[in-house]
T-cell receptor
């Protein structure tokens, strides 16, 4: 079945450091890929998405490129801030009739940014 | 535009009891999906309701059931609570049977003792 695997956390970085969180997926067909962020005590917020191969999703300085050849969707940011400290989830969703549009999530990666 | 709301925020139940969680969808959305997020894990899909009908179900036993009302708000009911049901329960609303972006509520934290 479909699945998403993320790098183990926690990831601890100093402010202004470069961030990469690895995400790989297994799915039939051509799923859409997402990154969600969860701040402490809150629900999930969509950070960015990509719907087809080679698409790049971007938002708030974060980027991820849909790589079908490596089945990956790694999250990157050039310079992290303390306010980026949160849990990040990679997810996929398959389109088309008969699909509920359910999201399949990875296990999450905790990012802690120190001043 | 009002976002997705959930109630209650927290609750504590005893093993064997029953619980009802509530979700109000975002204005204009006709689909509600429920997810269970155990501590330290990613959310797992429980089921989805579209236009008041169940529209898909994840790998959860029948003691997890739901309803959707004409105003598209939804309830998640869990019978015969088990310790492993302790989790954050998230609902997400969307339009078009879940194929559009899903907007998540803040969740209900359920603790079963």
């Amino acid at each position: 079945g479909d699945s998403v695997t993320q790098m183990e956390g926690p990831v601890t970085l100093s402010e202004e450091a470069f961030l990469t969180i690895n995400c790989t997926y297994t799915a039939t067909g051509y799923p859409s890929l997402f990154w969600y962020v969860q701040y402490p005590g809150e629900g999930l917020q969509l950070l960015l998405k990509a719907t087809k191969a080679d698409d790049k999703g971007s938002n708030k300085g974060f980027e991820a490129t849909y790589r079908k050849e490596t089945t990956s969707f790694h999250l990157e940011k050039g310079s992290v801030q303390v306010s980026d400290s949160a849990v990040y989830f990679c997810a996929l969703r398959r389109w088309g009739s008969g699909n509920t549009g359910k999201l399949i999530f990875g296990q999450g990666t905790t990012l802690q940014v120190k001043p | 535009e009002t976002g997705v709301t959930q109630s209650p925020t927290h609750l504590i139940k005893t093993r064997g009891q029953q619980v009802t969680l509530r979700c109000s969808s975002q204005s204009g959305h006709n689909t509600v999906s429920w997810y269970q997020q155990a501590l330290g894990q990613g959310p797992q899909f429980i089921f989805q309701y579209y236009r008041e009908e169940e529209n898909g179900r994840g790998n959860f036993p029948p003691r997890f059931s739901g309803l959707q009302f004409p105003n598209y708000s939804s309830e998640l009911n869990v019978n015969a609570l088990e310790l492993d049901d302790s989790a954050l329960y998230l609902c997400a609303s969307s339009s078009t049977g879940g194929q559009d972006e899903q907007y998540f509520g803040p969740g209900t934290r359920l603790t079963v003792t």
